[in-house]
C-alpha cells in the first residue's frame, strides 16, 4: 500500500481527469472499480441455473396412476366422502364433546357428593396423638333455586401419654337450607345455565349440518370439474383428428397440383397446436382428479373414473318460495335466532344478579361424643336436635360491575338483532341472485349448444368447399378454432349451469335435504 492506504500493484483503467486530482481520489476511484466488477462476478454466479435434486435429466412424460381403478358416479362420490372426508369426521368427534358437554349442563340438579378424609398426627412433649376425620356430604340444587345440603363429620381421636391413654369419638348431623328469595331465585333464573346449553346443542347440531352440506357441495363440484376436464380431452381428440384431417386433405391436394405447397404450413401448425391443447387438457383432467380424491380421502394413485356424463335439464324455480325455504333451513340464519334466544336469557340473568342478595336459611344439628365415633353415631338418635332459621341478607353497594354487566347483555342482544336484519337481507340477496344465475345459465347453456351445432354444420360445409377447391386452408381453420371454442363454451356453460344449481341448494339450506342424507345426530 502506498500512503494513503491504496493497493498497490493493481491495474485499473482511471479517467484522465481522475489523474489530476489527488491520490486519494485516485484510491477512492480504484476502489469503486473493484467493487463494481466483484459485484459484476457475483451477479454472473447468480443468473446460473439451479438444479433442484429431485431433478432427472432427460425428458419424458409423466407417469399416469398405477392404482385400481374405481368407477364412481356423483351419488356415490357424495355419499364415500361423507365416511371418509377428514372435515365431516373431524365434525361428528366435535358432537361427542358437545353431546357431553349437554349432559353436564343439565345434571345441575343432580345431588352431588364429596368425602374428605384426613388423618392427623403429632407429639407434645412425651405424647403422642392421632385424629382421624371422615366428613361425607352431599349437596342438590332444586330448579327453584334451593341449596339443600346435608353433612355427617364423624371424628375419632386418640392421645397416648405416659400415665394412660385418652380416646374420644365425636359425631354430627347436619342439614342445611337455603332458599333465595330474590338474587338467584325462581325457575327462569335457575334454569337459565341449562336452556343456554341446549341452545348451544341446537347451534352445534347446525354446526354439524353445516359441514356436511359444504362437503356435499365441494364435492359435486369437483366432480363436475372432474368429468368437465374429461371431456375436454375427448373434445381436444376430436378437434386433433379434424387438424389431422384437414392435413391429410392439404397434402392430397398438393399432390394433385391443386394448393400450393406452403398452404401445408398452417395446417400442420393447427395440428401441433391441437396436440399442445390435447396435452394441457390431460393436465388439468389429472388435476382435477386429484382434487377429488384428496376430498373423497382415497389414495392418490386410485385410477378414478367417472361413471356417468354431464347432463342437465331445466328447473322451474319460485323466488318466494326457495326465499321461504331459505327462512326455514339455512344453518347461519337459524344460529342467529338461536344466538339472539341466549342473547335474550343472558339479559334476564344480568338484571336478576342486581337485585338484593336475600336468602331464607335453615338448619338442623344433631351433635354427639362417645368413646369412639361410630359408638356415638349410634347414640344421634337420642342426641337432643339443635334447630336454626333466618333470614339473610346481602345489599351491594356502588357495585358498578353488576350494571355492567346489564349494560353489555343488552347490547349484546341489540347487536345480535341488527346482525339478524343484516343477515336476513343477505340471505335475501343470494337467494335472488342463485336464482337469477341458474336461470341466466340455464340459457347460456341452450344458446352454447346452438353455437356448437351450428359451428359444426359450418365446418362440414367449408371442409366440402375446399375438398372442390373454392375454400381456403385460413377459412377452414378459423372454422375449426371457432368449433373448438364453441365446444367448450356449451360444457363450460353446462358445468356452470350444475354448479350454481348446487350452490343454490347450498343458499337455501337444503343440501341435506336434496341428497337424502340421514345425520347421525339424534335431537337434544
Not at 340444587?141 to 345440603?149: C, D, E, F, S
Not at 343472558?346 to 344439628?365: I, P
Not at 365446418?459 to 375449426?480: D, H, I
Not at 371457432?482 to 343440501?511: F, I, K, N
Request: hydrophobic share 45%.
Amino acid at each position: 500500500m502506498d500512503s494513503y492506504g491504496c493497493v498497490k500493484g493493481v491495474s485499473v483503467a482511471v479517467p484522465s481527469a481522475l489523474n489530476a486530482c489527488p491520490a486519494i481520489i485516485r484510491c477512492m476511484a480504484v476502489a469503486l472499480a473493484l467493487g463494481t466488477a466483484v459485484g459484476g462476478a457475483e451477479i454472473s454466479h447468480a443468473q446460473m441455473a439451479p438444479h433442484p435434486r429431485y431433478a432427472h435429466d432427460g425428458s419424458g412424460p409423466t407417469p399416469p396412476a398405477t392404482g385400481p381403478e374405481l368407477r364412481l358416479t356423483l351419488p356415490e362420490a357424495v355419499y364415500l366422502g361423507l365416511r371418509r372426508n377428514s372435515g365431516v369426521r373431524g365434525a361428528y368427534l366435535q358432537r361427542v364433546l358437545d353431546a357431553y358437554n349437554l349432559h353436564v349442563a343439565e345434571s345441575a340438579f343432580t345431588p352431588r357428593g364429596n368425602l374428605l378424609s384426613t388423618v392427623d398426627a403429632d407429639r407434645t412433649g412425651g405424647s403422642r396423638g392421632v385424629a382421624i376425620d371422615l366428613s361425607p356430604t352431599v349437596q342438590t340444587l332444586t330448579p327453584l333455586g334451593t341449596i339443600i345440603a346435608f353433612g355427617w363429620d364423624l371424628r375419632q381421636s386418640s392421645r397416648r401419654q405416659p400415665d394412660g391413654g385418652l380416646s374420644r369419638g365425636e359425631s354430627a348431623l347436619t342439614l342445611s337450607v337455603i332458599q333465595p328469595l330474590l338474587k338467584g331465585a325462581g325457575y327462569d333464573t335457575t334454569m337459565a345455565p341449562v336452556r343456554i346449553a341446549r341452545l348451544q346443542e341446537r347451534y352445534n347440531q347446525l354446526r354439524l349440518k353445516t359441514a356436511v352440506a359444504n362437503t356435499v357441495t365441494d364435492i359435486a363440484r369437483a366432480y363436475h370439474q372432474f368429468v368437465q376436464t374429461r371431456q375436454q380431452i375427448a373434445l381436444a381428440d376430436g378437434a386433433l383428428q379434424r387438424a389431422r384431417d384437414l392435413e391429410a386433405t392439404n397434402r392430397a391436394l398438393i399432390a394433385a397440383g391443386r394448393m400450393a405447397a406452403v398452404e401445408l404450413f398452417q395446417a400442420q401448425a393447427t395440428t401441433a397446436a391441437q396436440e399442445l391443447a390435447l396435452l394441457q387438457a390431460q393436465s388439468a383432467f389429472d388435476a382435477a382428479r386429484l382434487a377429488l380424491l384428496t376430498l373423497l380421502a382415497l389414495d392418490l394413485d386410485t385410477r378414478v373414473v367417472p361413471a356417468d356424463r354431464l347432463t342437465a335439464k331445466p328447473v322451474r324455480i319460485d323466488v318466494n318460495e326457495v326465499r321461504a325455504l331459505a327462512f326455514d333451513n339455512r344453518p347461519d340464519y337459524l344460529s342467529q335466532l338461536v344466538a339472539i334466544e341466549s342473547a335474550r336469557i343472558g339479559l334476564d340473568v344480568a338484571r336478576n344478579q342486581r337485585l338484593w342478595d336475600v336468602s331464607v336459611v335453615a338448619g338442623v344439628s344433631v351433635p354427639g361424643a362417645g368413646r369412639s365415633g361410630w359408638r356415638a353415631s349410634e347414640k344421634l338418635p337420642a342426641t337432643k336436635t339443635d334447630l336454626r332459621a333466618g333470614l339473610q341478607l346481602n345489599i351491594p353497594i356502588n357495585d358498578l360491575s353488576l350494571k355492567q354487566q346489564e349494560v353489555q347483555a343488552s347490547v349484546g342482544l341489540r347487536q345480535n338483532e341488527v346482525a339478524l336484519e343484516q343477515l336476513r337481507a343477505q340471505v335475501d340477496q343470494q337467494v335472488r341472485d342463485g336464482v337469477r344465475t341458474v336461470d341466466a345459465m340455464w340459457r347460456q347453456y341452450t344458446l352454447s349448444r346452438q353455437v356448437r351445432e351450428l359451428g359444426e354444420r359450418t365446418l362440414a360445409g367449408e371442409m366440402a368447399k375446399l375438398r372442390a377447391g373454392r375454400s381456403s386452408n385460413f377459412q377452414v381453420v378459423s372454422f375449426q378454432d371457432q368449433l373448438r371454442s364453441a365446444e367448450s363454451g356449451e360444457l363450460a356453460a353446462l358445468v356452470a349451469y350444475l354448479d350454481a344449481l348446487v350452490l343454490l341448494d347450498l343458499q337455501v339450506g337444503t343440501t341435506i335435504d336434496t341428497w337424502g342424507i340421514q345425520l347421525n345426530d339424534p335431537p337434544p
